[in-house]
């Protein structure tokens, strides 16, 4: 499968824990989504990077979130001190940005379960 | 920001019968209008997508139609066969020149095929 993939596919974890999870896009694309998906949602948007620059996060991602992309190439994104509101459907995304045409490919999420 | 109201939240068809999802948008400046569809457990994946300079786009058994005036665009599956069940997800977004793709996804269509 040469689409996006991720990295666990599970975690379970206990409150107050630090969790890590990463994604490797696309070969070649420079850009790369994380989104956060809760049940009976649609996926939001929680921070971009343009290769290994991160050029936005949103509001909901909060001081305990923190995302790397230190080559341009994989993706890390990694919870502090977990909280149970945390616990969702992780997606990571990528494109190949400067086209009119760019799309946005899924991987198959780290589902999150914090107890 | 951008709202994406999406409806109806669930629907069942017969087999071989057509289904239509709609969605409206509430940022006139939103431009790029994507599908996903998710089954359970797997990634979304993108079906169709519209740009705000065309009215209709189709292809093989799905179409979609966009209304820029009213802020409402639809996706439609003809001759439904029961590989189409899933949730489908719309989304809007804006895009200016070098901007990244931030996706706001309405909260999902379960669509159930019956035999």
């Known amino acids: 499968d040469t689409g996006v993939s991720q990295d666990p596919r599970h975690k379970i974890t206990k409150r107050g824990q630090n969790v890590t999870f990463r994604c490797d896009p696309i070969s070649e694309h420079n850009r790369l989504y994380w989104y956060r998906q809760t049940l009976g949602q649609g996926p939001e948007f929680l921070t971009y990077?343009?290769?290994?620059?991160?050029?936005?996060k949103s509001r909901l991602l909060s001081d305990r979130f923190s995302a790397e992309r230190p080559k341009g190439s994989f993706s890390t994104l990694e919870i502090q001190r977990t909280e149970q509101g945390d616990s969702a459907m992780y997606l990571c995304a990528s494109s190949v940005s400067g086209q009119g045409n760019e799309k946005l490919f899924f991987g198959s999420g780290t589902q999150l379960s914090v107890l | 920001g951008e709202n994406v109201e999406q409806h109806p939240s669930t629907l069942s068809v017969q087999e071989g019968d057509s289904a239509v999802i709609k969605c409206t948008y509430s940022?006139?400046?939103?431009?790029?209008f994507p599908w996903y569809k998710q089954e359970l457990g797997k990634r979304p994946q993108l079906i169709i997508d519209i740009r705000s300079n065309v009215g209709e786009k189709k292809d093989q058994r799905i179409a979609v139609t966009l209304n820029k005036t009213a802020k409402h665009f639809s996706l439609h599956i003809t001759e439904t066969q029961p590989e189409d069940s899933a949730v489908y997800f719309c989304a809007a977004s804006i895009r200016t020149s070098g901007s990244a793709r931030q996706l706001t996804f309405g909260s999902g269509t379960q669509l159930t095929v019956l035999p």
């Open positions: 940022d006139s400046a939103s431009n790029y």
């Open positions: 990077f343009q290769n290994e620059a991160q050029l936005e």
